[in-house]
């Protein structure tokens, strides 16, 4: 297990469409999180999954935005009717709950262009 | 709520100096931690260094230092001896509860390594 893997890596759609991304997190970490990043500023917080369970939606996560992590292991981001405004880099991070002291591990993201 | 201030947009440093990353930051809760993230072109995030709030000492982590200043909520990052790897964003964030439940970054700096 070489790291947190996110797939694609970059995704280009036309705006209304439905985008999908996946994150495979480091195995042995129960704790998975959420991030976009736009141009020019740092990753915000979108949301957090404790083994399989949702435990904290950002304000920024919308109607048109879902995320699940049906059996603990890997997770998905879907983002519906997507809107120019979503074009970002995604970051998915995992972690061992008691053990954040050593920060996250990151994925290198998915960029996603909607035209 | 937290915030974290990074003032430095860019920053040019010849090869061999040190150099001192600044961060500002704001919370109302007595217990948290703060990161320091480099983020490469190629977009991934990789840990630097943290220091928790009741850390009595200042974190280093081989060239990298935090110059934690409790009473004036700052963790500046200090890479001593910079080579040209170093060029990157640089990203200051905080947690509290230990960061488990998601990181506030700042907005980076982008550092540039001059040979």
């Known amino acids: 297990d070489t790291g947190v893997s996110q797939n694609p890596r970059h995704k280009i759609t036309k705006r209304g469409q439905n985008v999908t991304f996946r994150c495979d997190p480091i195995?042995?970490?129960?704790?998975l999180y959420w991030y976009r990043q736009t141009l020019g500023q740092g990753p915000e917080f979108l949301t957090y999954?404790?083994?399989?369970?949702?435990?904290?939606k950002s304000r920024l996560l919308s109607d048109r935005f879902s995320a699940e992590r049906p059996k603990g292991s890997f997770s998905t981001l879907e983002i519906q009717r997507t809107e120019q405004g979503d074009s970002a880099m995604y970051l998915c991070?995992?972690?061992?709950?008691?053990?954040?002291?050593?920060?996250?591990?990151f994925g290198s993201g998915t960029r996603l262009t909607v035209v | 709520a937290q915030k974290i201030t990074q003032t430095q947009p860019g920053m040019f440093v010849q090869e061999k100096e040190a150099v001192t990353l600044d961060c500002t930051y704001d919370?109302?809760?007595?217990?948290?931690?703060l990161f320091w993230y480099k983020q490469p072109s190629s977009g991934e995030m990789i840990f630097l260094i943290y220091?928790?709030?009741?850390?009595?000492q200042n974190a280093t982590e081989g060239r990298y230092s935090l110059n934690f200043q409790k009473a004036r909520k700052s963790a500046n990052l200090v890479i001593s001896a910079s080579q040209l790897g170093d060029s990157a964003m640089y990203f200051c964030?905080?947690?509290?509860?230990?960061?488990?439940?998601?990181?506030?970054f700042g907005k980076g700096t982008h550092l540039i390594i001059q040979p």
């Open positions: 991070a995992s972690s061992l709950s008691r053990t954040v002291i050593n920060g996250y591990t």
């Open positions: 195995s042995e970490h129960n704790r």
């Open positions: 999954f404790q083994n399989e369970a949702q435990l904290e």
């Open positions: 919370t109302s809760d007595p217990s948290y931690g």
């Open positions: 220091q928790g709030s009741y850390d009595q």
């Open positions: 964030a905080m947690g509290v509860r230990g960061g488990a439940d998601g990181l506030t």
